[in-house]
């Protein structure tokens, strides 16, 4: 294979893809099965020239991708990539870092750190919380309730019927219990029918999947502060919004959570990426853990 002249082909491949995925059909055209059946059984035992996996991917393939990228992709959420940020998985792969701490990949770790404070002035949020990238708002809240756990000791998660199906499954991961509050007539979390025995965490969410409804998160951050339970905000869907001042109305109360998570790769057209950005209360939990990670001197 020649790295250059095949790359410039992927990458030729790409911009034509971008180019004509509004012509195709946004939903897979293909009957359970019939990508498998049409693919070898066993690994190829000899190498294929690269125009053959690119003909593979355009016969084979495609036909069987149900287009997110389509400007007709309305199921769901919005979570197109944009050019740069195609690019940009390029390089990173090419450098293919591993930086679990500073020292196994300086750069990174800095880079993270600053973007995700770019991130946290973006979206207007307080001076002094600092973030970091997951692979997704599902393994963020995982993060947060191990926190809310160790910090609390209690073994509930009290969320809305409406929260995301990441939080339940979170809470059963780290063996607590989910306990869903009935929702009003606009899908918010009625906070008259919290009920905070035992409770760990309140999850709320700016943003439902289903509708976008936001729950009454001052509410929650004072029942929250009163009883001496944690508050993650589940921003995944919406909270890119509080790029625009007059969609911030729906930020009320989030300057008391403990944790937050916002998704980047629904209304900031990146990829997979998560933010969990943390109050001082997880600093704090975290530091003597694993002091490690951030630091230069490890
Ligand atoms: C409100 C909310 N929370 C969490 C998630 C999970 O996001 P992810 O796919 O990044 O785990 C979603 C995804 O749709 C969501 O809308």
């Known amino acids: 294979m020649s790295f250059r002249e095949d790359g410039a082909a992927a990458l030729e491949w790409a911009a034509r893809y971008l180019e004509r995925v509004g012509e195709l ?15 070898p059984v066993s690994p190829p035992e000899q190498p294929e020239a690269f125009a053959d996996v690119l003909r593979d991917l355009d016969e084979i393939l495609l036909p069987g991708i149900t287009h997110w990228q389509s400007p007709r992709f309305f199921a769901y959420f919005a979570v197109s990539a944009a050019e740069p940020g195609i690019l940009a998985e390029l390089l ?4 293919n870092s591993v930086a679990f701490i500073w020292r196994t990949s300086p750069a990174s770790t800095e880079l993270e750190a600053l973007t995700l404070d770019w991130v946290s002035q973006l979206l207007a949020l307080p001076a002094g919380w600092h973030g970091h990238i997951e692979d ?14 160790e910090a609390t000791g209690g073994r509930v998660v009290v969320c809305s019927e409406e929260a995301h199906s990441s939080v339940e499954r979170a809470a059963r991961l780290l063996g607590l219990e989910t306990r869903k509050v009935p929702v009003d007539e606009e899908f918010r ?7 905070l025995t035992d409770a760990a965490a309140v999850v709320a969410t700016v943003g439902t999947t289903s509708t976008t409804s936001v729950d009454p998160v001052p509410e929650l951050a004072d029942a929250c502060a009163h009883a001496g339970v944690w508050l993650h905000v589940d921003a995944a869907y919406a909270g890119s919004a509080w790029v625009c001042p007059e969609l911030r109305w729906s930020q009320a109360g989030v300057d008391r959570a403990d944790s ?11 990829f997979c990426e998560a933010w969990p950005g943390s109050s001082s209360r997880m600093k704090l939990r975290r530091r003597p853990r694993n002091p490690a990670r951030l630091q230069p001197s490890d």
């Open 136 to 149: 997704t708002a599902s393994v963020s809240t995982i993060a947060a309730l191990a926190a809310a756990r």
């Open 260 to 270: 937050l998570v916002v998704n980047a790769h629904k209304w900031q057209l990146r």
């Open 189 to 195: 979390l009625r906070a008259d029918a919290v009920d």
């Open 25 to 39: 059909p946004v939903l897979a055209q293909v009957e359970p099965g019939e990508i498998r059946s049409r693919l």
């Open 92 to 95: 990173s792969a090419t450098l």
